[in-house]
């Protein structure tokens, strides 16, 4: 019964939402108050009514009530209480639902944070955000009910995909989804700047909080989908270039461009038709994500005629990409840059090269994403491109990405003098060689060099900003060196922040490059007691260890790992195949994993014979890879601190708010 | 019966959104409209902005970024156009207050807390470069509105995009090219 009052108060927020949008739209055109206000109450509505909705669902996974399809084929009574609660988010329809429950939530934050402020254009928000989540309940009602009832009421759930039982992948998701959706806000923001006229920097000063927030989400789930990929899957890397990681990449491409493009706007008034685009295209990217995702167009282009959600994300997909673009023609001529380039040797400059570089990643990942789909389309054959063709071609724009990163913040706006330019690039230039030739002298290996050279550059510039920023506090303010540094993130939180960003970025390019070119292995059967050697260690398998858990089976292969050269014991390591009760034909692998500053010994346990007499893995030496790891924490510090408020900011949106008056607005 | 129990709890909540969000549409009187000037509100946003980056190109000039040549030109420039732009929020803020009374209300309220909190200037650490572009920002918008600003009688218009003085009849800048913006039909500020 009470999935039923779930599955009708989705239509009712539906309902609502196509009201709120009506009176969002006209409301603003009007700037009418009360339209207004009935739109920000609409947006607080659909999230009541879709928390409600979620929360049913997650009751039903809680306790069990299998005569809910969903919690029949996604959960089981003897699933751990942690990944019942993650089920939502396991299956279908239920993370259908989860998107909408995010969604709806970031629609009713952007609305309160801002319920006093922008009014010309909050109504216009409120409908793009209320938009979106009318097409996810239109979804939810008509393709995907979370709440449909099974015809009888079985004794037990079939389970959550094994895969899915895992600490990251409860994380990851949540991560992703926050990141993703996160993204409509700015996206709406823009087309309340459209709608209402207001192009100038009213909006894209708004925004940046709003994007940088989601990014910071969206770059937190990228890497524990990798930590996911790294400790799961068990094929000794993190990203192998799939559709679905690439449909979480495309969009955090543009959103990157879009985060740096905007402060070129604020700053010099210009790149404003690019910068609606961006968002555009992020926003576009993400439902295209979603919907890959969803459909399996990917896997096959003949599964997106069987999938029940395809034709509608098509269709929503033909309204954002032909109802931006007769709104950007018609705003052209109000979108007119209001200063040119004056100098190649310009910060503006080298953020523009910055966007291009972004923008070719982006491309050159959608266009290899989805190749084998235009191939099959085409020619009947499936091609697809791995992920060689990815890292030839994305490898080098990543390497002069690294280096602009490293070379743009030195730039001043407008131009840099040769003196100046002297100034600023002598030390890191010649870190950067030093590191180059070192690699080179010590290893033999060409692309390495250049690459940890590049990252040697970008780090020492780094340095560098931030001496010279200490420097510049205390000459003017005379404060202590902590002081001094204290008060770089807290006052100008937004530049130095975002070099602890690239900090983080240096860290993960790092670990890649240590990965894809240091990395060693070796597939070996060791008998009990047996040895192998790799790399500086000895590895010994000393038994199997078999483990009953509550809905699986553990199987763990005890290895003993030693210093080649000294023989002393450094440790010992467990990796384990899982074997769930309910698919016992989808073992799942966990790898047995000695991790240090410098290197990672990695073991995956492929198979036994004879209760573990003998057994076989796939053994890794992956060098520098915790970098990565280290590298996405510093990213996400950098990103509180450039987004966290400051004194300076409070001011000036006070004193915008000067030139609003509302008339018995009432609340 | 479950079912129509299930359908009157679904409709009670339904209906008490329902309410909820026609609410504001259902309290008597016309409705209020939303009096925001638009040019106003980009001055204050584009003064702002200014501001901001004249704080900005001086940390550049202190950790190296620029030649003394450089700073001094583009500060000059930075400077002229703040300028240009607190002329224009000063010409333009007594029109908007005569269109609502409220609006004076409004920045009445703002002043007090404004002047309460004291901490006006962007980054009071280093008063002595900012000070001279924000102050009279400061003055414009805690003033009395019909009083004209130190300075605005003699000085001439500023191009809010370059900075270059303007002739009053201008409705392009000479210098740029970009439109004179004004919302009014006043001409000059001493007029």
């Given at each position: 019964?009470i999935?039923?009052?779930?599955?009708?108060?989705?239509?009712?927020?539906?309902v609502?939402?196509?009201?709120?949008?009506?009176?969002?739209?006209?409301?603003?055109?009007?700037?009418?108050?009360?339209?207004?206000?009935?739109?920000?109450?609409?947006v607080?509505?659909?999230?009541?009514l879709?928390?409600?909705?979620?929360?049913?669902?997650w009751?039903?996974?809680l306790?069990?009530?299998?005569?809910?399809a969903?919690?029949?084929?996604?959960s089981?009574?003897?699933?751990?209480?942690?990944?019942?609660?993650?089920?939502?988010?396991?299956?279908q329809?239920?993370s259908?639902?989860f998107?909408?429950?995010?969604?709806?939530?970031?629609?009713?934050?952007?609305?309160f944070?801002?319920r006093?402020?922008h009014?010309?254009?909050m109504?216009?928000?409120n409908?793009?955000?209320?938009?979106?989540?009318?097409?996810?309940?239109i979804?939810l009602?008509?393709?995907?009910n979370?709440?449909?009832?099974a015809?009888?009421v079985?004794?037990?759930?079939?389970?959550?995909?094994p895969?899915?039982?895992?600490?990251?992948?409860?994380l990851?998701?949540?991560?992703?989804?926050?990141?993703?959706?996160g993204?409509?806000?700015p996206?709406?923001?823009?087309?309340?700047?459209?709608l209402s006229k207001?192009?100038?920097?009213?909006?894209v000063?708004t925004?940046?909080?709003?994007?940088l927030i989601?990014?910071?989400?969206?770059?937190a789930?990228?890497?524990?989908?990798?930590?996911?990929?790294?400790?799961?899957?068990?094929?000794?890397?993190?990203?192998?270039?799939?559709?679905?990681?690439?449909?979480?990449f495309l969009?955090?491409l543009?959103?990157?461009?879009?985060?740096?493009?905007?402060?070129?706007?604020?700053?010099?008034?210009?790149?404003?038709?690019?910068?609606?685009?961006?968002i555009?295209m992020?926003?576009?990217?993400?439902?295209?994500?979603?919907?890959?995702?969803?459909?399996?167009?990917l896997?096959?282009?003949?599964?997106?005629?069987?999938s029940?959600?395809?034709?509608?994300?098509?269709?929503?997909?033909v309204?954002?990409?032909?109802?931006?673009?007769?709104?950007?023609?018609?705003?052209?001529?109000l979108l007119?840059?209001?200063?040119?380039?004056?100098?190649y040797?310009?910060?503006?400059?080298?953020?523009?090269a910055?966007?291009?570089?972004?923008?070719g990643?982006?491309?050159?990942?959608?266009?290899?994403?989805?190749f084998?789909?235009f191939s099959?389309?085409?020619?009947?054959?499936?091609?697809?491109?791995?992920?060689?063709?990815?890292n030839?071609?994305n490898?080098?724009?990543?390497?002069l990405?690294?280096l602009?990163?490293?070379?743009?913040?030195?730039?001043g706006?407008?131009?840099t003098s040769?003196?100046?330019?002297?100034?600023?690039?002598?030390?890191p230039?010649?870190?950067?060689a030093?590191?180059?030739?070192?690699i080179?002298?010590?290893?033999?290996?060409g692309?390495?060099?250049?690459?940890?050279?590049?990252?040697?550059?970008?780090?020492?510039?780094i340095?560098?900003?931030?001496?010279?920023?200490?420097?510049?506090?205390?000459?003017?303010?005379?404060?202590?060196?902590?002081?001094?540094?204290?008060n770089?993130?807290?006052r100008n939180?937004?530049r130095?922040?975002?070099?602890?960003?690239?900090?983080?970025?240096?860290?993960?390019?790092?670990a890649v490059i240590g990965?894809?070119?240091?990395q060693?292995?070796?597939?070996?059967?060791?008998?009990?007691?047996?040895?192998?050697t790799?790399?500086?260690y000895e590895?010994?398998?000393?038994?199997?260890?078999p483990?009953r858990?509550?809905?699986?089976?553990?199987?763990?292969?005890r290895?003993?790992?030693?210093?080649?050269?000294?023989g002393?014991?450094?440790?010992?390591?467990?990796?384990?195949?899982?074997i769930?009760d309910?698919?016992p034909?989808?073992?799942?692998?966990?790898?047995?994993?000695?991790?240090?500053?410098?290197?990672?010994?990695?073991v995956?346990?492929?198979?036994?014979e004879?209760?573990?007499?003998?057994a076989?893995?796939?053994?890794?030496v992956?060098?520098?890879?915790?970098?990565?790891?280290?590298?996405?924490?510093?990213?996400?510090?950098?990103?509180?601190?450039?987004s966290?408020?400051?004194?300076?900011?409070?001011r000036?949106?006070?004193?915008?708010?000067i030139?609003?008056?509302?008339?018995?607005?009432?609340? | 019966?479950?079912?129509?129990?299930?359908a009157?709890?679904?409709?009670?909540?339904?209906l008490?959104a329902?309410?909820y969000?026609?609410?504001?549409?259902?309290?008597?009187?016309?409705?209020?409209?939303v009096?925001?000037?638009?040019?106003l509100?980009e001055?204050?946003?584009?003064?702002?902005?200014?501001?901001?980056?004249?704080?900005?190109?001086?940390?550049?000039?202190?950790t190296?970024?620029?030649?003394d040549?450089?700073?001094?030109?583009?500060?000059?420039?930075l400077?002229?156009?703040?300028?240009?732009?607190?002329?224009q929020?000063?010409?333009?803020?007594?029109?908007?207050?005569?269109?609502?009374?409220?609006l004076?209300?409004e920045i009445a309220?703002?002043?007090?807390?404004?002047?309460?909190?004291?901490?006006v200037?962007?980054?009071?650490?280093?008063?002595e470069?900012?000070?001279?572009?924000?102050?009279p920002?400061d003055v414009?918008?805690?003033?009395?509105?019909?009083?004209?600003?130190?300075?605005g009688?003699?000085?001439?218009?500023?191009?809010?995009?370059?900075?270059?003085?303007l002739?009053?009849s201008?409705?392009?800048?000479?210098?740029?090219?970009?439109?004179?913006?004004s919302?009014?039909?006043?001409?000059a500020p001493?007029?």
């Open positions: 019964m999935f039923h009052i779930g599955y009708l108060i989705l239509i009712t927020a539906a609502l939402a196509v009201f709120g949008m009506i009176a969002g739209f006209w409301g603003g055109r009007q700037r009418n108050v009360k339209l207004a206000l009935s739109s920000y109450h609409a607080y509505a659909v999230a009541g879709v928390s409600l909705a979620a929360a049913i669902l009751y039903a996974l306790t069990d009530r299998f005569e809910v969903y919690v029949w084929n996604h089981e009574r003897a699933l751990p209480v942690f990944y019942k609660f993650s089920a939502l988010w396991g299956g329809a239920g259908l639902l998107w909408l429950l995010i969604l709806s939530g970031f629609g009713a934050a952007a609305a944070a801002n006093r402020r009014w010309a254009l109504p216009y928000v409908a793009v955000m209320l938009g979106t989540s009318l097409f996810f309940a979804l009602i008509f393709a995907a979370p709440f449909r009832l015809s009888f079985p004794q037990d759930g079939q389970g959550l995909n895969l899915l039982q895992n600490y990251w992948m409860v990851h998701p949540v991560m992703l989804y926050l990141g993703y959706v993204l409509a806000v996206f709406a923001f823009a087309v309340g700047a459209l207001r192009l100038d920097n009213e909006w000063r925004v940046r909080r709003w994007t989601p990014w910071m989400f969206l770059s789930g990228i890497l524990m989908g990798s930590q996911w990929a790294y400790m799961e899957l068990g094929w000794g890397g993190y990203w192998a270039w799939d559709p679905v990681e690439n449909a979480s969009p955090w543009t959103a990157t461009a879009f985060l740096h493009s905007i402060v070129v706007q604020e700053q010099r008034g210009i790149l404003k038709v690019w910068n609606v685009t961006l555009w992020t926003y576009f990217l993400v439902i295209l994500g979603t919907f890959t995702t969803r459909s399996g167009v896997e096959s282009v003949h599964s997106f005629a069987r029940d959600v395809g034709p509608f994300f098509l269709v929503f997909m309204i954002i990409l032909f109802g931006f673009l007769w709104l950007l023609f018609k705003r052209l001529p007119r840059d209001e200063q040119a380039i004056e100098s040797t310009s910060r503006e400059a080298a953020f523009m910055n966007n291009w570089l972004f923008a990643i982006a491309f050159a990942t959608l266009w290899g994403t989805f084998p789909m099959e389309i085409l020619t009947g054959d499936r091609i697809s491109v791995a992920a060689p063709f990815f030839k071609v490898g080098p724009l990543f390497l990405l690294i602009l990163m490293g070379a743009a913040p030195l730039l706006w407008r131009r040769r003196q100046a330019f002297r100034k600023q690039f002598t030390w230039t010649l870190i950067g030093a590191t180059g030739v070192a080179w002298l010590l290893y033999d290996a692309y390495p060099a250049i690459g940890l050279a590049a990252c040697a550059f970008a780090a020492a510039t340095v560098q900003e931030y001496v010279r920023g200490v420097q510049a506090r205390r000459i003017t303010s005379g404060e202590s060196i902590p002081a001094a540094m204290g770089l993130w807290r939180g937004r130095y922040g975002g070099y602890l960003v690239h900090l983080g970025i240096v860290l993960i390019a790092t990965n894809e070119f240091f060693q292995n070796t597939n070996v059967t060791l008998a009990n007691g047996e040895s192998v790799l790399g500086r590895i010994a398998y000393t038994g199997l260890e483990n858990k509550v809905n699986h089976i553990e199987y763990g292969a290895l003993m790992i030693f210093d080649q050269k000294s002393k014991t450094l440790g010992s390591i467990l990796p384990r195949r899982n769930y309910k698919t034909e989808q073992p799942t692998s966990e790898v047995g994993l000695r991790m240090t500053l410098l290197e990672d010994v990695y995956v346990l492929n198979g036994w004879t209760g573990g007499s003998t076989t893995f796939t053994m890794y992956n060098p520098l890879t915790i970098w990565m790891w280290i590298g996405g924490l510093v990213l996400v510090l950098g990103t509180l601190v450039a966290w408020p400051h004194p300076g900011r409070r000036s949106e006070a004193a915008a708010s030139a609003y008056a509302v008339g018995s607005a009432g609340d | 019966m479950p079912m129509i129990v299930a009157v709890v679904a409709g009670l909540l339904s008490a329902v309410v969000v026609v609410w504001p549409l259902l309290r008597p009187g016309p409705a209020p409209v009096v925001e000037d638009d040019r509100t001055l204050v946003g584009r003064k702002d902005a200014a501001l901001a980056a004249i704080k900005d190109l001086e940390f550049d000039y202190y190296g970024k620029l030649s040549e450089d700073y001094a030109r583009l500060d000059q420039r400077r002229r156009q703040a300028i240009g732009l607190i002329q929020i000063e010409k333009l803020a007594p029109e908007s207050a005569v269109m609502d009374e409220r004076e209300a309220r703002l002043r007090k807390t404004r002047n309460g909190a004291g901490e200037t962007p980054q009071p650490s280093r008063p470069a900012v000070q001279a572009a924000a102050s920002a414009a918008t805690a003033q009395k509105p019909q009083q004209p600003a130190p300075g009688a003699e000085t001439p218009r500023f191009c809010t995009e370059c900075g270059q003085p002739q009053p201008y409705k392009f800048c000479a210098h740029c090219g970009a439109p004179v913006a919302a009014s039909p006043t001409p001493h007029t």
